[in-house]
């Protein structure tokens, strides 16, 4: 039985489009220790990996973003080298 099709996320970056900082909330059911990349459009990691500690409360990460170029950023969370959400970000 694979338990990984039961984390539930809920994920909400702000503000976006962004200029300085955003901010990602994540909250899970499950408890999971999760990892946060930042991509550009052409798939170049801009940003060094967050980890994020599992837990069942909100957990807040806040990105610098002031020195990337305008444009659409990728982010990915992932788990146990497996993608669990992906989403964008823009940058003003």
């Known amino acids: 039985k694979d338990d990984d099709a ?14 300085d900082y955003v901010n990602i909330t994540i909250k899970t059911v499950t408890p999971k220790n999760m990892s946060l990349r930042l991509y550009d459009i052409f798939g170049v990691q801009v940003v060094t ?4 500690i ?3 409360t ?16 990728i982010y ?11 989403d964008k970000i823009v940058k003003k």
Do not use: H, M, W
């Open 58 to 73: 909100e957990n807040t990460i806040q990105i610098n973003v002031s020195k990337l170029r305008r444009g659409v950023y």
């Open 54 to 56: 599992g837990s069942t």
């Open 6 to 19: 039961n984390i539930r996320l809920s994920v909400k970056a702000y503000p976006n489009p962004a200029t």
């Open 76 to 86: 990915t969370l992932s788990a146990d080298n497996r993608i669990l959400f992906t």
């Open 49 to 52: 990996p967050v980890e994020i």
